[in-house]
């Protein structure tokens, strides 16, 4: 964080000492301004925040520019970069609970999953678990997705067998779930994913939605793209502050970034929701895309890994289960107002 000097020439001149103090935030991201949606959010953020602070300026800076992706959490909370835009779900490797507060495999959508960040235990548990595992960041929910595709296949899946020895892509809690249906999963930034397709060092990949992965080119060597994202039913984004530069911005600072974030979730889902539907006929129209539909038998395999998975870390880890336990709670609370609010099957 630097501290900047701004005042006219003429002002100074005339004034002598009328000087204001600007905070520069230098702020890393894990999607790259090119990527529609995630990438856009951050420069949206960064926009909103600009024009409606004269105290704080923010300078967005996309992946590795600054640290490698995946190096981002660490990187804020030692001090070496003042903030990053990203997901919790990147830290899935270092801390068993991260992902609960990015996308839960067969978890909550997009306006649920906000209602229990924003005005249930969520937020309180996301800062919890930073500061109980030792990281000197500030947590704020920055962003959310809806579904994401649940993955581009080269070739036809129709039943577990077709997935076992697979080497995927896959992100957070629902790569544990595909591990236990026997395919190795691994964790690559969004611009390491199309040179392991076509190199053949990955067979398969997911990683967001529609016009988020036709921007990425996976059509060009995936030709089948299957739905429905059990594994991300939402996504939320954060923006972690290193916790020392944090505690030097004072209230109003402090309260332009939560509302320019507030601000950011809004816009974030819907330009998702906007924009998707268009990708999906383009890829069957012109890319040569099939796009399937898991059958029932391979949601219930992929929900009873899910199950597993769960059963597992919540024996291991004390945090987790009681992160778990608080989420499953609002969401059986949830239920009586979402299975009677909109005439779904």
Known sequence: MTITLRAA?????????????????????????????????????????????????????????????????????????DAAYATSGYWQGKINSASLFAAVPFGPEAG???????????AKYWQQMYDDAG??????????????????FKKEIN?????KGLNMRFFGLGAKAMDK???????????DIFPALER????????????????????????FNYFPG??????????????DVWADLDETQQAQIETACLA????????????????????????????????????????GAWDEVVGELAADDPFFQEVWADLQDYREGYKTWSTIYLPRN
């Open 9 to 81: 020439v003429a002002g100074l001149a005339l004034m002598g000492t009328s000087v204001s103090a600007q905070t520069t935030i230098e702020m890393t991201t894990a999607f790259g301004q090119n990527l529609p949606i995630l990438g856009t959010a951050a420069v949206d953020f960064t926009d909103r925040l600009n024009a409606i602070s004269n105290d704080i300026e923010i300078e967005r800076y996309d992946p590795g520019k600054l640290v490698p992706t995946l190096e981002a959490l660490d990187a804020v909370a030692n001090g070496s970069v």
């Open 112 to 122: 649920e999953f906000l209602g229990w960040i924003l005005y249930d235990d969520g």
């Open 135 to 152: 990281y000197n960041v500030h947590a704020i929910p920055c962003g959310v997705i809806a579904p994401e595709t649940s993955g581009w």
């Open 159 to 163: 039943t577990v067998e077709d997935l």
């Open 181 to 191: 249906l026997g395919v190795s999963t691994s964790l690559l930034a969004a611009g």
């Open 200 to 223: 053949g060092a990955i067979d398969a990949t997911e990683f967001s939605m529609p016009r988020i992965d036709a921007r990425l080119g996976f059509h060009k060597i995936a030709k």
């Open 230 to 243: 059990w594994h991300q039913p939402s996504t939320l984004f954060e923006l972690l502050v290193n916790g």
């Open 264 to 303: 950011t979730i809004t816009t974030n889902l819907a330009e998702g929701e906007a924009t998707n539907y268009a990708a999906m006929v383009d890829n069957v129209e012109n890319n040569g895309v099939t796009i399937k539909r898991w059958s029932p038998e391979m949601l219930a395999a992929f929900e």
